[in-house]
């Protein structure tokens, strides 16, 4: 083993005072590597040896080198520590000599991202809010929407935006129950605003589009939100409405219609309407319910000029071709075959 390596060796094994003698008294540079980039530092931390830690941070090692096996600095080693008892400490250490918790590794993660989710540690490596969070905290609408369209163009899609593992909107949502579903709170600007920044980045007409799928997520347990949100987006319902009558979710179907009024003879893609999307898959439930309203429209076409009579009949839907006939007061044609 080389001088060099000795260095390594004298980390792994918590030997403060041999790192001393090494670099001190036999010109051992304290910044030495292995092969694949990992120094003195990055093992003393991965091993948790405090002394080691700290004998090579007052010797000047690199707090924030960056190894080659995955570009992890030696906090990305210290959370990951083989010794829970002492992650605390060496974080302290790391921190205390400028290390830099906002340097991702090769898979862009930061350490606190490798932290387990309630380490009494965590806080310790947590990243400093973006502009986003601060300014929602302040509730400064103002702030809240610059940061927006700051961050919309330097990070893009906005539902990637994260702060210590939540989204932009589970902040805001959070923040928005905390004030009690309140339409008049200065909050609920922040939650429509945000949305409104979504639809940029949606495709138009897109079927799974953000808004309904995280609206529909959110819905069992905060309905008076989403009812609140509703007025500002009147362009979605009918995604939502279709995608819940093609799965069959007779809740969200009943309270797009009964709870928001829905028209729900809203056509959508390629014209069809929530009645041909669940006569089409054979979803009884809903096209119960749907052929129960007094408004609904047995014969409205889509842009193929079917019905949801011949939706039904053209996938061989024998329940639900003789459910609309007998709404149009036809005799069955299953009964006739």
């Known amino acids: 083993m080389s001088s060099n390596d000795l260095l390594l060796s004298a980390a792994q094994k918590n030997q403060p005072d041999r790192i001393r003698q090494l670099v001190e008294q036999q010109g051992v540079p304290v910044n030495h590597s292995n092969a694949v980039g990992q120094s ?55 921190l205390q000599y400028g290390a830099d918790v906002n340097i991702t590794d090769v898979q862009g993660q930061l350490p606190f991202e490798l932290c387990p989710p309630h380490a009494e540690w965590r806080d310790k490596v947590a990243p400093a809010p973006p502009l986003w969070y601060s300014a929602l905290q302040r509730v400064d609408l103002e702030a809240f929407r610059s940061s927006c369209k700051d961050d919309a163009d330097q990070l893009g899609a906005p539902e990637k935006w994260q702060f210590r ?29 945000w949305f ?56 969200t179907v009943q309270y ?15 014209g069809m309407t929530a009645l041909q999307f669940a006569a089409r898959s054979g979803q009884m439930q809903v096209l119960h319910y749907l052929l129960n309203l007094p408004n609904i429209d047995v014969n409205i076409t889509d842009d193929r000029g079917q019905t949801p009579l011949d939706a039904a009949r053209s996938n061989h839907r024998q329940e639900a071709v003789a459910a609309i006939e007998h709404k149009l007061g036809l005799a069955s044609s299953i009964d006739e075959q």
């Open 196 to 251: 409104n920044q979504q639809y940029t980045h949606n495709i138009s007409n897109d079927e799974e589009s953000f808004f309904s799928q995280y609206i529909q997520q959110r819905r069992p347990r905060h309905p008076e939100l989403v009812k609140l949100l509703q007025p500002h987006f009147p362009s979605d319902l009918w995604q939502w409405l279709h995608r819940s009558a093609r799965k069959n979710d007779l809740a």
């Open 40 to 94: 003195a530092l990055h093992i003393a931390c991965l091993w948790g040896h405090v002394e080691a830690v700290t004998a090579l941070l007052e010797l000047g090692a690199p707090v924030n080198a960056q190894n080659r096996l995955g570009n992890s600095t030696p906090m990305h080693m210290a959370v990951a520590g083989r010794n829970p008892e002492t992650i605390g400490p060496v974080l302290d250490l790391l």
């Open 256 to 270: 797009c219609i009964d709870v928001l009024h829905v028209d729900p003879n809203l056509q959508g893609r390629q």
């Open 165 to 193: 593992g939540h989204s932009v909107a589970d902040c805001m949502f959070q923040v928005f129950v905390e004030n009690e579903f309140d339409e008049s709170s200065v909050v609920f600007p922040f939650v429509a605003f």
